[in-house]
């Protein structure tokens, strides 16, 4: 299914095998545009949890049912190898029937932990955190964070620190998600010949269409109270 190529399972597997740099979607820091002009708009540090709300109303529609694929075992965007390390367990202890029966309450702390808290999105802008969320489930958690970090304007290490927050809450939050949603589409249509193919043919459409309901879902909660 077409829905099926958003989940964090076909790109999070993959990360290790793609190059990395503007061949693989990463901007460059020589090829990266400036950062948005700071102004009105600007953003100050936060600490807000849109994660629920996006979890329940964008994540499990994108994410779909149980599958297997060349990923493995997979439900709700949740590959086997994610919930043995979420159980801490090895990933052969996994079996087909506790895949099966995993529920939107089993995974939602999946999501939140190991990619929303790992990467501080609720320490982000508003917006701007849900944006990196929503990539980084399917591209991961370096280069979701990279891209953030080059679109700030500082070294793109993939670690989210106090650095990287405070530089981002300088940026107009509009002018950032919409960056942002641009080098997603950038890295996305990047992946037309990688060791599984042409990804992006297969399943383009779809990450492109996520890509900018995000973007647009993101900024539709600047008005929103904390």
């Keep these: 299914r077409n829905r ?37 708009g600007a953003a100050m540090p936060s600490r807000h949890d849109d994660f629920h709300d996006f979890f329940r109303l964008k994540i499990l ?42 529920t939107p309450d089993d995974v939602e702390p999946v999501y939140r932990k190991l990619f929303w808290d790992a990467l501080r999105c609720g320490e982000l802008p508003r917006g701007v ?12 958690l370096r280069r979701a964070a990279q ?31 919409d960056r942002y949603r641009d080098a997603r589409l950038a890295y996305y249509r990047s992946l037309t010949d990688t060791p599984n193919g042409n990804l992006y043919a297969k399943y383009g459409r779809g990450w492109d269409r996520r890509a900018r309901e995000t973007a647009e879902w993101a900024k539709a909660r600047l008005g929103d109270a904390p």
């Design 147 to 177: 891209m953030l970090q080059r679109i700030s304007g500082v070294t793109a290490d993939g670690v989210i620190g106090p650095q990287t927050i405070e530089a981002a809450s300088r940026i107009n939050a509009v002018a950032m998600i």
């Design 129 to 140: 955190g849900i944006s990196v969320f929503d990539h980084a489930c399917g591209a991961g």
């Design 4 to 40: 099926r190529g958003h989940h964090m399972g076909i790109l999070d597997k993959l990360r290790a095998l793609l190059p990395v740099g503007p061949a693989a979607g990463n901007l460059s820091s020589a090829g990266s545009p400036p950062p948005p002009a700071i102004g009105k």
């Design 61 to 102: 529609p994108y994410e779909g049912g149980y599958v297997v694929d060349h990923a493995g075992m997979t439900n709700m965007g949740v590959i086997a190898a994610t919930w043995a390390t979420f159980k801490g367990k090895p990933v052969e202890a996994v079996t087909e029937a506790e895949m099966r029966a995993l």
